[in-house]
T-cell receptor
Framework: NAGVTQTPKFQVLKTGQSMTLQCAQD?????MSWYRQDPGMGLRLIHY???????DQGEVPNGYNVSRSTTEDFPLRLLSAAPSQTSVYFC????????????FGPGTRLTVL | EDQVTQSPEALRLQEGESSSLNCSYT??????LFWYRQDPGKGPEFLFT???AGEEKEKERLKATLTKKESFLHITAPKPEDSATYLC?????????????FGTGTSLTVIP
């Protein structure tokens, strides 16, 4: 049972470059979300989706785009990376329309130079 | 305004020395309170969900309780393998956008 998977595990970008962080889940969960984790800040919600074709902004959405074309996948796009986006990114999913427990992926550590 | 505050930030215990971690929250209309364990370099691992004041959940040496303003994670006779960061999260009402708010965690070290 794979659960929530994320790729890549590590990434280094230069300022202005773009990239996509991949997230997939095999639990048929409706709700998926992206968080960033910074020292002393806790996990902060970037974007979330309550089902295929539906996305919404979280607490810190600026500089990030998402789309949800399938139930399984929820990629996070950085269009023009900035040093402030250096962080660890976690994807999570849950059933019951987001009311239930969230299960997290292993994370992607991103460094923007 | 902080929605979730965890204390202490760090806690060192001797093996077998019981203690409690605190999570206080200010969200109105709480839809759920969650406890996670996070090991270095890994994603948070689910421990408990609590939905209403007075509710308690147990798992091995851990017991989570909930009141109207805070939750406690009690650790009884901890072992070194319980060393980790423990995160608390609350889920706000749907009217606020279905947000989850996380605390900054308590880093627990259990010394043999």
């Amino acid at each position: 049972n794979a659960g929530v998977t994320q790729t890549p595990k590590f990434q280094v970008l230069k300022t202005g470059q773009s990239m996509t962080l991949q997230c997939a889940q095999d639990m048929n969960h409706e709700y998926m979300s992206w968080y960033r984790q910074d020292p002393g800040m806790g996990l902060r919600l970037i974007h979330y989706s309550v089902g295929a074709g539906i996305t919404d902004q979280g607490e810190v959405p600026n500089g990030y785009n998402v789309s949800r074309s399938t139930t399984e996948d929820f990629p996070l796009r950085l269009l023009s990376a900035a040093p402030s986006q250096t962080s660890v990114y976690f994807c999570a999913s849950s059933s019951f329309g987001g009311v239930g427990t969230q299960y997290f992926g292993p994370g992607t550590r991103l460094t923007v130079l | 305004e902080d929605q979730v505050t965890q204390s202490p930030e760090a806690l060192r215990l001797q093996e077998g020395e019981s203690s409690s971690l605190n999570c206080s929250y200010t969200v109105s209309g709480l839809r759920g309170l969650f406890w996670y364990r996070q090991d270095p370099g890994k994603g948070p691992e689910f421990l408990f969900t609590l939905y209403s004041a007075g509710e308690e959940k147990e798992k091995e040496r851990l017991k989570a309780t909930l009141t109207k303003k805070e939750s406690f994670l009690h650790i009884t006779a901890p072992k070194p393998e319980d060393s980790a960061t423990y995160l608390c999260a609350v889920q706000a009402p749907l009217s606020t956008g279905n947000q989850f708010y996380f605390g900054t965690g308590t880093s627990l070290t259990v010394i043999p």
